[in-house]
């Protein structure tokens, strides 16, 4: 049974061309690629059963496959933790239009004109942060459509 189980999920897995939208409450992968019901417990247990016996969310996220949202554009990594360890700190200074904090930001997605940057900024804070549970791709996904 579990080979079987397997080579469908593999099957599935390797001919499936289309991106599924990510299901709210499990999330994305493989699981919520196969069980496309959602309408009861029990399939959302399936679905999130299945992504956790394959452990491929992580892979999904990171690859943006497995109908799972990847950052809009790509960044270094020192970006990526530098807005992660300094959400609060960014977000006041975004707010005001200036700071050491924006600044860091612009130097490390390579923004030459700081000063512009900053202002579209404080232009777009509530583009930026659309909610107080913000996270950090969310941050920098609208910092890219808004600011870039």
């Known amino acids: 049974?579990?080979?079987?189980?397997?080579?469908?999920?593999?099957?599935?897995?390797?001919?499936?061309?289309?991106?599924?939208?990510v299901n709210s409450q499990t999330g994305c992968g493989l699981g919520s690629l196969i069980i496309k019901d959602d309408s009861t417990a029990i399939m959302?247990?399936?679905?999130?059963?299945?992504?956790?016996?394959?452990?491929?969310?992580?892979?999904?996220?990171?690859?943006?496959?497995?109908?799972?949202?990847?950052?809009?554009?790509?960044?270094?990594?020192?970006a990526q933790e530098f807005v992660a360890s300094n959400m609060d700190q960014l977000a006041k200074e975004i707010a005001i239009g200036h700071g050491e904090s924006v600044d860091t930001l612009a130097e490390l997605l390579k923004i030459s004109d700081k000063a512009t940057f900053s202002a579209s900024l404080q232009e777009n804070y509530n583009s930026i942060y659309t909610s107080q549970n913000a996270?950090?791709?969310d941050v920098l996904d609208n910092i890219s459509t808004t600011s870039l």
């Not at 049974?1 to 939208?21: E, R, T």
């Not at 799972?68 to 554009?73: D, I, S």
Request: with cysteine; hydrophobic share 45%; glycine share 10%.
């Open 1 to 21: 049974m579990k080979k079987i189980l397997v080579s469908i999920v593999a099957v599935v897995a390797l001919s499936s061309s289309a991106m599924a939208g």
């Open 44 to 78: 959302l247990a399936l679905q999130a059963t299945t992504n956790g016996i394959f452990g491929n969310q992580t892979f999904g996220i990171t690859s943006g496959t497995l109908g799972c949202k990847k950052t809009q554009f790509v960044m270094n990594e020192q």
């Open 135 to 137: 996270t950090m791709a």
